[in-house]
């Protein structure tokens, strides 16, 4: 399977556990600054590498409503100044090709979406920017079938590639972790991320917006190292109950020392365990 370079590090086997965290949603300035530099400190005490996390914009909302960001222009001006003042690689979302292309040239990793995990414009757009893409399995499609997402993505000569299980939709307003997807995705050569958050969601669980479980963060995301995963994704919150977007499912910042402490330790036996296979 191939290793993927971010910033000093690589994501895949052998290497340290690497791990996507941050606010879902750029609430402003000061507050995203002070949550990369927390979340640095935090990190910084355990061999688990940090890519900072925020979201310029949620498109996908519930509700015309909700609180969506600051919008691309100035969002990446904040995620440009935490890669810059404090030296830590950052990704976010991106929507369309265009989109792709701007984020491309201040971000270290781009992300797609889960549900626009199919749209061959917007991956083509984003191989062809050259940096890491870090594309959500879709809530409504196989594993098996992400093969073609990769291809796509590959056909631009871009093989810096991870994919990601956030769960599976197979009812209204839930989702299902079945973490045989992480050893079939990884069948692509691509290492697999796990998205602890996201599969914790009870989409549209609370009418206007989602609902969440957050108390079931810390199982499945040791479940997921267990069958194989590399990489993980958390969105986390100094406050989870004041955050503006996802509030029912960021993990705490308060509780992320004890569980980084967990996951390092199982992840070190687990690839303890494949060398020896």
Same mark, same amino acid.
């Given at each position: 399977m191939n290793c993927v370079d971010i910033a000093d590090f690589k994501v895949g086997p052998g290497r340290s556990l690497v791990m996507m965290c941050g606010p879902c949603i750029i609430e402003? $300035?000061?507050?995203?600054?002070?949550? %990369? $530099?927390t979340l640095k400190s935090i990190f910084s005490l355990h061999d688990i590498r940090l890519v900072f996390k925020a979201s310029y914009d949620k498109a996908n909302r519930s509700s015309?409503?909700?609180f969506r960001g600051p919008g691309i222009? $100035?969002?990446?001006?904040?995620?440009?100044?935490i890669r810059k003042e404090l030296g830590i690689p950052v990704v976010t979302?991106?929507?369309s090709p265009e989109e792709a292309t701007q984020a491309g040239e201040v971000v270290d990793v781009l992300q797609i979406p889960a549900f626009l995990c199919r749209q061959t414009d917007l991956l083509v757009a984003a191989g062809n920017t050259g940096k890491v893409i870090n594309v959500k399995k879709g809530q409504f499609m196989a594993p098996w079938d992400m093969t073609h997402v990769v291809e796509k993505i590959r056909s631009t000569g871009n093989e810096?590639?991870?994919?990601?299980?956030?769960?599976?939709?197979f009812g209204y307003n839930n989702l299902v972790s079945d973490f045989r997807a992480i050893?079939?995705?990884k069948k692509t050569g691509c290492p697999v991320c796990f998205d602890a958050s996201h599969s914790v969601q009870l989409p549209g669980g609370l009418g206007a917006s989602s609902g969440g479980q957050?108390?079931?963060?810390?199982?499945?995301?040791? %479940?997921?190292?267990?069958a194989g995963a590399n990489c993980l994704f958390m969105e986390a919150h100094p406050e989870p109950s004041k955050a503006l977007s996802d509030a029912a499912s960021v993990f705490p910042f308060k509780e992320l020392p004890t569980l980084l402490a967990q996951l390092?330790?199982?992840? $070190?036996?687990i690839q303890t365990m494949e060398e020896r296979e």
């Open positions: 402003n $300035e000061e507050h995203c600054f002070q949550a %990369a $530099e015309i409503n909700s222009d $100035e969002g990446l001006r904040i995620l440009g100044r979302d991106v929507h810096k590639i991870i994919l990601v299980d956030r769960g599976t939709s050893p079939i995705m957050r108390e079931f963060i810390p199982t499945l995301i040791k %479940a997921a190292i267990a390092q330790q199982l992840y $070190e036996l």
